[in-house]
Structure formats: structure tokens, C-alpha cells
């Protein structure tokens, strides 16, 4: 039972425009959500993340989103750079148990020059 | 300040065997928690200490156990190891189960077992 999906195990896009990552969920229990970047050879290094009390976090080139009545939540990176390649992870929790996070399987992005 | 520390980096056994990884928190941090990732499969939580105790478990057999000392640094156990225990095992700390308290992930130990 996999409670959070990643349905779009890749994407490719150019140098300078937006990357849109999409994750869904199915637990209404989860109401913190994050999103990891993971390079290989490296560990997960965090990203942004979003409570269910907001609907738009944002942080420099990263925006995250989250739609509760769809269980949705979408990553926008805007503008894309070539750095930025790399697995991108969504992961939940309910707020209590930040210690346990639910992740989705991973979308590869590849940002070309 | 350092980060966490897994060790070791590589591992390389055969079925049967069991093995042991370990896990230095940063420092400050109480709270560890083990995944692991698999190709295709995200990851997979295994289990989470905090003050020594187990606090929450992940669905995985009976074969993955772990403890942490009290210096928070944890250790997690695979005993009779099959081929699909193969796979990145990472540890992940932060301060305590509080709220929106995020993990920090170190490097993981890459076990391949042949």
C-alpha cells in the first residue's frame, strides 16, 4: 500500500524554465510534508516543506504546494539549473511523528544546459 | 558542526551472514531513525530511537533490529541476510519527536549481499 506516490519516475527540462514535480498521497492522517533532494552517492539533504495549515511555501527558486481536498502536493522550481539534477523525494508525516516519514518512490530530474 | 556519520561506507556479504551499521547523530540530536532504499521502491522507513527506545517500526521482518546508546549513536542489525537486503540503509537524525522537526540524513551505508 503505497500512501504516497510519485507517479512520474522522470523528467527532463530545459535550462531556465520551470520543473513541476507531483506527489499524492492517501493518508488524510499526514499533514506535514516535505521534499528531499537526493544526489547519488549522497544522503537525502532537505528541500522545503509545507504543514497542512498553509497552502503555498516558498523559498528562493522553490515553491511547494499542497491541495488537501485533491491529497495532492506539486514542487515548482523556478528558473531550473543544470545543478538542480538530481532525485527528488516527497515525503509525509503525521505532525507527531516527524521521526517516521512516509516517502514516495522518487522522480529523477534532468535539467539540460 | 558535523554531520551524520554512517559507517561503514560499503559493505559486501553473502547470504547467511548477518551485519552490523552504524549511525553518529549530529551533535544535540536524540532522535535516529533508519530507511532503507531500494532501486524503484523510494524510501522505506525501518525503525526510529529516541532515548534509547524504540519509538515507532517499520513493516520489516523480524531479521532488522536496531538499539541506540546513550550517546544517541544507534546501531541496526540484519541476521540472516538474503539477497534482497541489498540496498542503501540510511540514518537520519534530528532533536526530538517534535513537531515539524526535520531529518538530516547522512550518507547511508551501501550493502550488497551475494
Given at each position: 500500500?503505497?500512501?504516497v506516490?510519485?507517479?512520474?519516475?522522470?523528467?527532463?527540462?530545459?535550462?531556465?524554465?520551470?520543473?513541476?514535480?507531483?506527489c499524492?498521497?492517501?493518508?488524510?492522517?499526514f499533514?506535514y510534508f516535505l521534499w528531499y533532494k537526493?544526489?547519488?552517492?549522497?544522503?537525502p539533504t532537505f528541500l522545503i516543506s509545507i504543514s497542512?495549515?498553509?497552502?503555498?511555501n516558498?523559498?528562493?527558486?522553490?515553491?511547494v504546494?499542497l491541495?488537501?481536498?485533491?491529497?495532492?502536493l506539486?514542487l515548482?522550481?523556478?528558473?531550473?539549473?543544470?545543478?538542480?539534477?538530481?532525485?527528488y523525494f516527497c515525503a509525509a508525516s503525521?505532525?507527531?511523528?516527524t521521526?517516521?516519514l512516509i516517502f514516495g518512490?522518487?522522480?529523477?530530474?534532468?535539467?539540460?544546459? | 558542526?558535523?554531520?551524520?556519520?554512517?559507517?561503514?561506507?560499503?559493505?559486501?556479504?553473502?547470504?547467511?551472514?548477518?551485519?552490523?551499521?552504524?549511525?553518529?547523530?549530529?551533535?544535540?540530536?536524540?532522535?535516529?531513525?533508519?530507511?532503507?532504499?531500494?532501486?524503484?521502491?523510494?524510501?522505506?522507513?525501518?525503525?526510529?530511537?529516541?532515548?534509547?527506545?524504540?519509538?515507532?517500526?517499520?513493516?520489516?521482518?523480524?531479521?532488522?533490529?536496531?538499539?541506540?546508546?546513550?550517546?544517541?549513536?544507534?546501531?541496526?542489525?540484519?541476521?540472516?541476510?538474503?539477497?534482497?537486503?541489498?540496498?542503501?540503509?540510511?540514518?537520519?537524525?534530528?532533536?526530538?519527536?517534535?513537531?515539524n522537526e526535520k531529518l538530516?540524513?547522512?550518507?547511508?551505508?551501501?550493502?550488497?549481499?551475494?
Amino acid at each position: 500500500d503505497q500512501q504516497v506516490k510519485q507517479n512520474s519516475p522522470s523528467l527532463s527540462v530545459q535550462e531556465g524554465r520551470i520543473s513541476i514535480l507531483n506527489c499524492d498521497y492517501t493518508n488524510s492522517m499526514f499533514d506535514y510534508f516535505l521534499w528531499y533532494k537526493k544526489y547519488p552517492a549522497e544522503g537525502p539533504t532537505f528541500l522545503i516543506s509545507i504543514s497542512s495549515i498553509k497552502d503555498k511555501n516558498e523559498d528562493g527558486r522553490f515553491t511547494v504546494f499542497l491541495n488537501k481536498s485533491a491529497k495532492h502536493l506539486s514542487l515548482h522550481i523556478v528558473p531550473s539549473q543544470p545543478g538542480d539534477s538530481a532525485v527528488y523525494f516527497c515525503a509525509a508525516s503525521p505532525s507527531t511523528d516527524t521521526g517516521k516519514l512516509i516517502f514516495g518512490q522518487g522522480t529523477t530530474l534532468q535539467v539540460k544546459p | 558542526k558535523a554531520g551524520v556519520t554512517q559507517t561503514p561506507r560499503y559493505l559486501i556479504k553473502t547470504r547467511g551472514q548477518q551485519v552490523t551499521l552504524s549511525c553518529s547523530p549530529i551533535s544535540g540530536h536524540r532522535s535516529v531513525s533508519w530507511y532503507q532504499q531500494t532501486p524503484g521502491q523510494g524510501l522505506q522507513f525501518l525503525f526510529e530511537y529516541f532515548s534509547e527506545t524504540q519509538r515507532n517500526k517499520g513493516n520489516f521482518p523480524g531479521r532488522f533490529s536496531g538499539r541506540q546508546f546513550s550517546n544517541s549513536r544507534s546501531e541496526m542489525n540484519v541476521s540472516t541476510l538474503e539477497l534482497g537486503d541489498s540496498a542503501l540503509y540510511l540514518c537520519a537524525s534530528n532533536r526530538g519527536p517534535a513537531t515539524n522537526e526535520k531529518l538530516f540524513f547522512g550518507s547511508g551505508t551501501q550493502l550488497s549481499v551475494l
